[in-house]
């Protein structure tokens, strides 16, 4: 099955700072790479997602890339906000499966 | 708000219970998954249904069981609890398969004293 690895698992940075976050997948069939944030006690969100057929994507301060390749995909925060703390959680889709399975998470840190 | 119902929000049960959680999936949804996250962990994919019919299943114990009715809302149950069953139980919906985003419900927090 898919097996989805996240690093790093906790980051803190400054405020202003970029933040990158990286995932590896196994399953080079994987088709679908969601990213999702949840801050305490809530739930998760969708912040952003790529398709494997488009190498990167943005949405204001947030951008996603895909290297098929290497089979890996990031998430980039730049200008970040003590609002952008929370544990973000990549996903992957395998086209076998019906479900997403996810990354461990990472819990970000943006100190004033 | 996602759109996705779950019922109750808290849940206080003693070990060796059997308690039943709640989910209504948002409007058009036809694809219904089940999330276990326990303290500082990722989350744990339990089951899926889709339109009625259970179509996959994760790491789900035989203690646990769920099903989806006519209408698509879902219910999950839980028996014979035990304190390491303690955890935020999420339901999510996509219109189809996962391949679609999944919206996440607010969870039920279930805790086994």
């Known amino acids: 099955g898919e097996n989805v690895e996240q690093h790093p698992s906790t980051l803190s940075v400054q405020e202003g700072d970029s933040a990158v976050i990286k995932c590896t997948y196994s399953?080079?069939?994987?088709?679908?790479f969601p990213w999702y944030k949840q801050e305490l006690g809530k739930r998760p969100q969708l912040i952003i997602d790529i398709r494997s057929n488009v190498g990167e994507k943005k949405d204001q301060r947030i951008a996603v890339t895909l290297n098929k390749t290497a089979k890996h995909f990031s998430l980039h925060i730049t200008e970040t906000q003590p609002e952008d703390s929370a544990v973000y959680f990549c996903a992957a889709h395998y086209s076998g499966y019906s479900t997403l399975t996810f990354g461990k998470g990472t819990m970000l840190l943006v100190s004033p | 708000d996602s759109g996705v119902t779950q019922t109750p929000k808290h849940l206080i049960t003693a070990t060796g219970q059997r308690v039943t959680l709640r989910c209504s999936p948002r409007s058009g949804d036809l694809s219904v998954y089940w999330y276990q996250q326990s303290l500082d962990q990722g989350l744990q994919f339990l089951i899926q249904y889709y339109n009625g019919e259970e179509r996959a299943k994760g790491n789900i114990l035989e203690r646990f069981s769920a099903q989806q009715f006519p209408d698509l809302h879902s219910e999950l149950n839980l028996s014979s609890l035990e304190l390491g069953d303690s955890a935020l139980y999420f339901c999510?919906?996509?219109?189809?398969?996962?391949?679609?985003?999944?919206?996440f419900g607010n969870g039920t927090r279930l805790t086994v004293t």
């Open positions: 999510a919906s996509s219109v189809d398969t996962a391949d679609s985003p999944l919206h």
């Open positions: 399953d080079s069939a994987s088709n679908y």
